[in-house]
């Protein structure tokens, strides 16, 4: 067997390799790395009973746990098998060999700015307003994947972006104020919408619970997350899973006007 092991199983090692690297990474951040571990440890002894010293009726019973175990792995780790391929999709290049596919091609202009002014500028003003006061907001802005079972979390607004509008929807005594605002298709449809709170431990820990769900929302989506501080009034945008603080109003436009950093 020695003598026959050549480059193309090296390349499947490393393959694998890599792999598994990338499950253990994802794991790490969804604080499933303890079930990666023990999904680990199965196999490598499910392959020495069956494979190695091929024992056939512990090798059986395993085997039969091995086929329920992949349905039950795919249940398991749904949310993390979904973020892995949307990385996967949502990855420079990937995009790239998407649009060498398309009939139609956005103009430089289309691509380069996301949204227009009469959407940044309520928008921006509201958060410079929001912040001089420390009252805390968060904005979710639609991109190409649809935000739907969010928006259906939250109470139905569907009107036109007005600085006046987001100031009443965060507003302190406001029934809308505790959750999300989102954006879709140069609206705010809906308000106290829920997000999926994101656990990573590198997250700063000045940040609170709303940066945590705009971490959360741009982590399973490409959607853009706008973040005003209730402690301190530092606005923060999230978009891929990272963070950009301590924005000024030309650098928030800026990033609004493209919808990612």
Request: charged share 25%; net charge neutral; aromatic share 10%.
């Amino acid at each position: 067997m020695f003598f026959n092991f050549g480059i193309k199983d090296i390349i499947d090692i490393l393959l694998v390799a890599v792999i598994l690297y990338y499950c253990y990474k994802v794991m790490k951040h969804s604080r499933s790395v303890n079930i990666f571990y023990g999904v680990l440890i199965f196999v490598s002894f499910w392959i020495v009973v069956s494979k190695v010293l091929e024992m056939k009726l512990l090798g059986g019973i395993l085997n039969q746990l091995v086929n329920v175990g992949a349905i039950a792995l795919i249940i398991l780790f749904q949310e993390d098998i979904r973020h892995f391929f949307y990385e996967l999709g949502a990855h420079e290049k990937a995009n790239r060999l998407v649009r060498l596919f398309r009939a139609e091609r956005k103009s430089n202009v289309a691509d380069e700015y996301r949204y227009d002014r009469d959407i940044i500028f309520p928008i921006v003003m509201a958060c410079l307003n929001m912040s001089k006061q420390k009252v805390g907001a968060l904005i979710v802005l639609e991109n190409d994947i649809p935000l739907t079972e969010y928006i259906r979390s939250g109470e139905t607004i569907d009107a036109r972006i007005t600085q006046r509008l987001i100031e009443n929807i965060f507003f302190k005594n406001s029934p809308l104020h505790d959750g999300a605002m989102i954006v879709s298709e140069g609206k705010i449809v809906a308000a106290a919408c829920i997000l999926p709170i994101s656990h990573d431990l590198d997250i700063p820990k000045e940040f609170g619970l709303r940066h945590r769900a705009g971490k959360g929302i741009t982590s399973e989506t490409d959607a853009l997350a706008i973040i005003v501080s209730e402690e301190t009034g530092n606005i923060t945008a999230a978009h891929s899973d990272q963070f950009r603080s301590h924005l000024t109003a030309e650098e928030l436009e800026n990033i609004l006007m493209k919808g990612r950093f």
